[in-house]
């Protein structure tokens, strides 16, 4: 296997064989290979892919780093059955073509999208950073860039293009022949030209910047390879097709998403100013009235009997989060993993060694701003923490034993805010504050206001979003489609042209209310006063207790 420290050394043609027990036997390039047997990739071992849900669901086992794996794979499997599509159907168009160099830009854009997850994954950028920092945009995707242009700088893409290269030596005029040394000279410097080329493109394959767009060589009808590893139009990418199927598969859940399908029947089409009407397709493919956009970018698109699928792709994404991911137990224990960190932020230090072998410490908020620190932060930290000396961590480790033994807050009751009031909980951390002080304050009755144990520290709020990934807007009104009677016009589908079963709404916000204190006085009155609290909010019929005598 290649040496990371010696890229002139690797051959780039190499194939590399993987047993992955999702997607069978997968192939990725020597360049992937190289990648994943860096420290900064290989960290990924040590971050859950689902954070907390392992502690309640056993076999939840897996981590970032075989998801990163199927993502490579699925990117380059998207990539070049786009590529036979294209040469096919539009052959002429030289600037939308993908090349070989794009599909390995896909593979390691696939390869390190998750680079930037710290512990417990999503948890550590929503309820650790930005409780810490309110005002902070710092975001996994752009951790994860930073960490690809540290984890490069010893290392070379090394993709050859010889159309830009004969474009390149045309414009200058120069060939061997005439002036081999300007010649030589010239080809370094456009190898470095390409090198800078693929990883700006990359870093807009895991996180689209229209700043960074203009330094990746790409041409615009390209842009719907932005759509693959990280899709910001319409959510539907390889990152959701190996999440879907991989978490499924470990958390014992039936996956009936078919995500080879999807590809199967993926082409890339420009949207045209028509209206598709009934005479326009074969009676087994009508659609009335189908709208097209007047988007004048290439676009991915799906055949139109592939709709319900997409729709239950994204049903299947809720379902995923209401079943795991946002299990009542699982936040919970995220959010008590996250407070460890909080007690320990000043006490707990990263210690890296500089060029000079001087070493500098990092608190875990300072480490995020430094890819060499980031690097050894993983879930590791809590078992640092637990087995610390430390008497500073103190507060730290009396919260990992209530983890360890089970004593994790309990959960008094939720309640579902009608669709009116919704929208006032939508800056999750400012409105779980909000609500909490609200709750402690709520006027229930006299005897019970005067005698009342309830403190601040004794409630903990937590405001659950389920979403098909676009808030309260259908992100498949943002697909396109095309019909196999006319299908290099695409268009998109209006809801009601689809099914009359399918959701109106997309997104919706669950109130949790839990209780640190094990006293069962002060549980009891936490739940009195929640649903005091909900009937003040007129959330009458609309939220559910938990009737289990505490």
């Keep these: 296997m290649a ?119 999503h948890a550590f950028q929503s309820r650790f950073v930005h409780s810490l920092e309110k005002s902070s945009e710092w975001a996994h995707e ?128 420009k949207p045209g100013p028509k209206i598709i009407d009934d005479d326009d397709v074969d009676d087994d493919d009508k659609d009335d009235d189908v709208e097209d956009g007047t988007d004048e970018e290439w676009h991915i698109c799906y055949r139109d009997k592939q709709v319900e699928d997409i729709y239950h ?10 079943r795991a991911c946002m299990h009542k137990t699982v936040q919970i224990l995220e959010r008590m993993y996250m407070e460890v960190l909080i007690e320990a932020k000043d006490a707990y230090k990263l210690i890296v060694e500089d060029e000079n072998k001087k070493k500098k410490e990092y608190t875990i908020l300072e480490s995020i701003y430094d890819m060499e620190a980031y690097a050894k932060l993983t879930d590791n930290v809590f078992f640092d923490i637990q087995h610390s000396p ?43 504050n909000r609500i909490r002080k609200e709750i402690i304050d709520v006027n229930v009755d006299a005897k019970s206001n005067k005698d009342s144990k309830l403190k601040d520290e004794d409630l903990l709020v937590d405001i659950v979003f389920f979403s098909f990934g676009k808030e309260n807007n259908n992100p498949v009104d943002n697909v396109y489609f095309y019909n196999k009677k006319d299908f290099l016009r695409p268009f998109k589908m209006e809801k009601k042209n689809v099914s009359h079963l399918l959701p109106d709404t997309y997104c919706e916000r669950h109130i949790r209310l839990y209780a640190r204190s094990e006293d069962q006085d002060v549980q009891q009155e936490a739940k009195k006063r929640f649903k005091s609290w909900c009937e003040k909010k007129n959330m009458d019929g609309k939220w559910r207790f938990d009737l289990k005598k505490i």
């Design 313 to 322: 792709m994204f049903l299947s994404k809720v379902i995923l989060h209401q």
């Design 3 to 121: 040496n990371p420290t010696e890229p002139n050394k690797r051959k780039f043609d190499k194939i590399t064989v993987f047993n992955d027990p999702v997607h069978g036997h997968i192939e990725l390039p020597e360049i992937c290979v190289t990648i994943i047997n860096t420290p900064e990739f290989l960290r990924l071992r040590n971050i859950k892919q689902l954070g907390a849900t392992y502690q309640v669901f056993p076999g939840a086992a897996h981590n970032r780093f075989e998801h990163c794996i199927g993502v490579s794979y699925l990117a380059g499997e998207f990539g070049r059955h786009l590529k036979k599509q294209i040469d096919k159907e539009h052959g002429e168009n030289e600037d939308m073509k993908i090349t070989p160099r794009d599909i390995i830009c896909l593979q390691v854009a696939g390869l390190c999208h998750d680079i930037g997850h710290g512990p417990m994954s």
């Design 390 to 432: 430390s008497k500073k961590l103190e507060k730290s480790k009396q919260i990992l034993e209530k983890i360890n033994t089970r004593r994790h807050y309990k959960l008094i009751s939720e309640a579902i805010p009608p669709k009116t009031l919704q929208g006032e909980y939508s800056n999750t951390i400012e409105a779980e």
């Design 142 to 269: 752009d951790a994860s860039c930073k960490m690809f242009d540290h984890l490069m700088r010893d290392l070379e893409i090394g993709n050859e293009d010889e159309k830009y290269v004969q474009k390149r030596l045309n414009e200058e005029n120069v060939n061997k022949d005439s002036d081999e040394e300007k010649y030589n000279n010239l080809m370094k410097e456009i190898k470095k030209e390409i090198e800078t080329q693929d990883r700006e493109f990359i870093k807009n394959l895991i996180h689209f910047s229209k700043e960074r767009n203009e330094k990746t060589g790409r041409k615009s009808d390209k842009k719907f390879l932005y759509e693959i590893v990280s899709n910001d139009v319409n959510g539907i990418d390889v990152d959701k097709f190996d999440y879907f199927a991989r978490d499924c598969y470990h958390l014992g859940f039936r996956n009936n998403f078919d995500h080879n399908r999807l590809i199967k029947f993926s082409s890339v089409r």
